[in-house]
């Protein structure tokens, strides 16, 4: 592979794309089977924390980077075979299945946890907030885990084919 604008925003692209689901696989790991263990106020309130703590630099550049870095390198790709087809692959289910579940299916839980006053709640509504935000939560959570997976598969296989 040459060095170009072109291979240089591919690289770019299968880096973020692989870091975004190195962290949602971690998560999925290590942060979901620990929380499982917790009661459930301590639980609420550690997502709270994480929750806001995310919303950073670091993420940001990670979770926007990564489709607007395949998006540029498919439209590079335009005409270069299987390249192309993987790379709009790729792109298209990290916008789908990362991007879109994340936007409107894990963020809208994050801003109802967001809001509630934990301190306000007994003990059985943070049960019932707690079951009904956990299940969801996690099914959506592991959806865009194997989505930017399946992402940072196919643009990796892109390199070996431009």
């Not at 962290?23 to 499982?36: D, E, K, M, N």
């Not at 709270?48 to 980077?65: D, H, T, V, Y």
């Not at 007994?122 to 930017?148: G, I, P, V």
Request: aromatic share 12%; proline share 4%.
């Amino acid at each position: 592979m040459d060095f170009s604008i072109k291979s240089f925003t591919l690289f770019v692209a299968v880096v973020l794309t692989g870091l975004s689901a190195g962290l949602f696989y971690a998560w999925s790991v290590s942060v979901i089977p620990g929380t499982r263990k917790i009661p459930d106020p301590v639980y609420l309130e550690t997502m709270q924390s994480i929750n806001r703590a995310i919303l950073n630099p670091a993420f940001f550049l990670i979770f926007f980077g990564s489709p607007l870095a395949l998006g540029i390198s498919t439209f590079q790709q335009v005409g270069g075979g299987w390249a192309f087809g993987l790379l709009l692959g790729a792109t298209l289910t990290y916008l789908a299945g990362t991007f879109g579940v994340t936007a409107l299916g894990n963020v809208p839980l994050n801003d109802a946890l967001d809001i509630l006053d934990l301190a306000e709640l007994s003990q059985q509504e943070a049960t019932d907030f707690r079951q009904h935000y956990e299940q969801k939560w996690n099914r959506l959570h592991q959806l865009r885990m194997a989505c930017s997976v399946l992402a940072f598969a196919l643009s990796l296989l892109a390199l070996f084919k431009v």
